[in-house]
């Protein structure tokens, strides 16, 4: 049976080296069992991350924004004001052993949540995170329809406790995207929701991800 799950928010723009080291520390307290699982709601100011697969190639401007090791699976991935960060810290030895279903539920929390706006997000093989297709924008070259991602996730686990976690763009700056190549991908963009055209504020989605959570998650 697992534990109750703590939901915290944590207000104004975090900086990042201090929250993961917040974040090493409760993934720690979780393996120990001195502490529940835990979901932390966020934002960070403007920077960017380096997974274990990134590419020195796929950061086209590294003097931009200040560029952190994350020691998460992924590669280059931006975190700015107006893009919810959810760092998720599950104990999968109560949840069972599986990454990759375990990648297949944050993906299925952020579909969840996109379809409360009427989004619909998918998945693409060989592409992690969620994708919305854009009818309303140009096509691509080859006629195909254009697509952007709207949401990320990449995830490290440690003794089998996840963190790291999703983020979805609510309404960021999406031109501080232009300084790296987001997850390796240089033939499609990103999106937010804004830019979706819906006026989505982060209350709403944040309610919208804690249903979704509880769907998929129990």
Same mark, same amino acid.
């Given at each position: 049976?697992?534990?109750?799950?703590?939901?915290?928010?944590?207000?104004?723009?975090?900086?990042?080296?201090?929250?993961?080291?917040?974040?090493?520390?409760?993934?720690?307290?979780?393996?120990?069992?001195?502490?529940?699982?835990?979901?932390?709601?966020?934002?960070?100011?403007?920077?960017?991350?380096?997974?274990?697969?990134?590419?020195?190639?796929?950061?086209?401007?590294?003097?931009?924004?200040?560029?952190?090791?994350?020691?998460?699976?992924?590669?280059?991935?931006?975190?700015?004001?107006?893009?919810?960060?959810?760092?998720?810290?599950?104990?999968? $030895?109560?949840?069972?052993?599986?990454?990759?279903?375990?990648?297949?539920?944050?993906?299925?929390?952020?579909?969840?949540?996109?379809?409360?706006? $009427?989004?619909?997000?998918?998945?693409?093989?060989?592409?992690?995170?969620?994708?919305?297709?854009?009818?309303?924008?140009?096509? $691509?070259?080859?006629?195909?329809?254009?697509?952007?991602?709207?949401?990320?996730?990449?995830?490290?686990?440690?003794?089998?406790?996840?963190?790291?976690?999703?983020?979805? $763009?609510?309404?960021?700056?999406?031109?501080?995207?232009?300084?790296?190549?987001?997850?390796?991908?240089?033939?499609?963009?990103?999106?937010?929701?804004?830019?979706?055209?819906?006026?989505?504020?982060?209350?709403?989605?944040?309610?919208?991800?804690?249903?979704?959570?509880?769907?998929?998650?129990?």
């Amino acid at each position: 049976m697992t534990k109750t799950v703590e939901w915290r928010h944590l207000e104004g723009l975090r900086p990042y080296e201090e929250t993961l080291a917040a974040m090493e520390a409760r993934v720690a307290a979780i393996a120990a069992g001195t502490a529940p699982e835990a979901v932390w709601l966020l934002e960070h100011p403007p920077l960017y991350t380096a997974g274990t697969s990134a590419d020195p190639a796929d950061l086209r401007d590294g003097g931009r924004f200040p560029v952190h090791v994350a020691g998460r699976g992924g590669q280059y991935t931006y975190h700015g004001p107006g893009q919810r960060v959810a760092y998720v810290m599950l104990d999968l $030895n109560q949840r069972g052993r599986d990454v990759r279903r375990f990648v297949t539920q944050l993906e299925d929390w952020v579909i969840a949540t996109l379809a409360e706006f $009427n989004v619909r997000g998918e998945r693409r093989p060989g592409r992690v995170g969620v994708w919305v297709v854009r009818p309303d924008q140009p096509p $691509n070259p080859d006629g195909t329809a254009r697509e952007d991602k709207i949401a990320a996730i990449g995830i490290k686990l440690r003794r089998w406790i996840s963190f790291h976690g999703i983020s979805i $763009n609510l309404d960021p700056d999406l031109a501080h995207f232009d300084g790296i190549v987001p997850c390796g991908i240089r033939e499609h963009g990103v999106t937010s929701l804004v830019d979706l055209g819906l006026p989505v504020t982060m209350p709403d989605l944040d309610l919208a991800l804690r249903r979704g959570f509880d769907r998929i998650f129990g």
